[in-house]
């Protein structure tokens, strides 16, 4: 219980320093563009509902819905609506709205991509001149955005069991590879589904399923679009050779400590019914007996 608890306190830290330094997620993690600036399609998106998945033969896991378009952005030159569904971007198939922020996040400002949507019903393909964001964001939006995003993030969260370094030039050379172009995995936990499949400190983890790894930050948000009980394909340099190994995903450390915060929350909120009920009943006996 000690630990849920603090662990929500460190959310909460955390949501309150990044809102005092005005950062917001796709700032800190923005990998292409120039300095300071984002590639910037001008899209909220998210899961595609059911009925559409129904409506137009989609498997679950396929594409993502846009939920809303910027006035004025690259999207609105080009009439993409709220409603539409983006299927694939320059040709790879959209898996999830994270899935979909990290291609963005790959792009530069000014980069050309191409888009498969279903707009008004109808599958057609869009070419999209990205614009440049500085990363500023509306205050009410980013507090509206990040105590859910935390919460996503820890929740079901699958776990591997590494420790990753990214790769400086340096590091990058003694590897035999490119900055950017795979992640250290500098430990490997006892037990952990990474030690089970074979994965070693000093692996140099390049992709995972058909993504590229290019950060430590990739891999994380690449993990979150699975579950635990997934089973993912990995690819890693060992002695400068390629390899693959099959990583079944277990339950996140923390869920656990979720799990019991969650358990609190909802004892405290019985308590608070319970309270309520207990003061409604004090209102009306003082009422009957005239504050007597």
Sequence with gaps: MKTGIRLILCIIGM???????????????????????????GVSVGKVEAKDESKFDLRPGKGVLVTAVADDSPADKVDLEAGDIILSLDG????????????????????????????????????????????????????????????????????????????NEDLAGYFGVEPGEGVLISDVEEGSPAKEAG??????????????????????????????????????IRSKKNRKAKVV????????????????????EKQRDVLQRELHRLREWVEVNGGA
């Excluded at 792009?107 to 050309?112: E, G």
């Excluded at 058909?210 to 394909?233: H, Q, T």
């Design 92 to 167: 790879a198939e959209i898996k999830s709205p994270g899935h979909f922020h990290r291609m963005i996040r790959r792009k530069n400002p000014d980069d050309t991509i191409l888009l498969e949507v279903i707009h008004d019903g109808k599958k057609k393909r869009l070419k999209v001149a990205l614009g440049a964001h500085d990363g500023d964001e509306d205050p009410f939006e980013f507090f509206r955005r990040w105590p859910r995003m935390f919460w996503s993030v820890w929740d079901e969260r699958p776990y591997m069991g590494v420790s990753l370094q990214d790769l």
């Design 15 to 41: 949501v309150f320093c990044a809102a005092v330094l005005g950062l917001h997620p796709e700032s800190l993690q923005a990998a292409g563009g120039r300095e300071n600036e984002l590639a910037w399609l």
């Design 199 to 236: 994965l070693k400190s000093g692996d140099i983890l390049t992709r995972i399923e058909a993504e590229k790894v290019g950060s430590s930050d990739d891999v994380r948000d690449i993990l979150g679009d699975y579950a635990p009980g997934d089973e993912i394909e990995v690819t890693i």
């Design 249 to 268: 995903l277990a339950q996140s450390r923390f869920q656990e400590d979720l799990d019991s915060l969650k358990e609190f929350w909802k004892k405290l």
